[in-house]
């Protein structure tokens, strides 16, 4: 079936760089994505890698995908106190009406 | 820039009545979707609609809800007779188009408690 993990908490200095993990089981999906949720707000789509790609950049954010261990991670570059919320990892599948398999969310504190 | 906003922002309710939770999508917007997130767990997705017709819909959205599209703004999710277990945040969202990629833009949530 359809699963999406993340660890919980990831706290890092700022100017530091981040690195969130991602991993999920159904290697069929087509679509990889990274939301980011400030509180009281949306989800807020920061990247995607669609799932033939091994890296993608993105200003300050970097995505990597190994297909084969079915590992997503997004690195955050000189991270900043505003770079403070929660990230969520998530898949899409061809042909499933939109739908998104999300993971629990990983909640980024950037301490000054 | 153009937000889909829901409300109320939060609801309380007594086990058994019935809500309503009420999403403005974006305007140009024509695939809808709602998704819930237990405290602690995963955003799950519900059910996705378009032309007014559900289009997918996870083993969650059973009988007790449904959606609707009332008019030309409003997208509403009805949950009948509510369970201690549906207390979550429900997220609406929408995007212009069903395909992968189109990106799905969210609602702030409507926190919902059961008692």
């Known amino acids: 079936g359809e699963d999406v993990e993340q660890s919980l908490f990831l706290s890092v200095r700022e100017g530091d760089s981040s690195v969130i993990n991602c991993t999920y089981t159904?290697?069929?999906?087509?679509?990889l994505y990274w939301y980011k949720q400030e509180p009281g707000a949306g989800l807020q789509l920061l990247t995607y890698?669609?799932?033939?790609?091994d890296m993608k950049q993105d200003q300050r954010l970097t995505v990597l995908l190994n297909k084969k261990d079915k590992h997503l991670s997004l690195r955050i570059a000189d991270t900043q106190t505003g770079d403070s919320a929660i990230y969520f990892c998530?898949?899409?599948?061809?042909?499933?009406?939109?739908?998104?398999?999300f993971g629990q969310g990983t909640e980024l504190s950037v301490k000054p | 820039e153009p937000e889909v906003t829901q409300t109320p922002s939060h609801q309380v309710t007594q086990m058994g009545q019935e809500v309503i939770l009420r999403c403005v999508p974006i305007s140009n917007h024509l695939y809808f979707y709602w998704y819930r997130q237990i405290l602690g767990q995963k955003v799950e997705f519900l059910v996705s609609f378009y032309n007014n017709e559900i289009s997918e819909k996870s083993e969650i959205f059973d009988d007790q809800f449904s959606v609707e599209r009332p008019d030309g703004s409003n997208f509403t999710l009805k949950i009948r007779s509510t369970k201690l277990e549906d207390s979550a945040m429900y997220f609406c969202?929408?995007?212009?188009?069903?395909?992968?990629?189109?990106?799905?833009?969210f609602g702030p949530g409507t926190r919902l408690l059961v008692l």
């Open positions: 159904d290697s069929s999906s087509t679509y």
């Open positions: 890698i669609f799932s033939n790609m």
């Open positions: 969202a929408s995007s212009e188009e069903a395909q992968l990629l189109e990106t799905q833009y």
């Open positions: 998530a898949e899409s599948f061809y042909n499933q009406g939109g739908k998104l398999i």
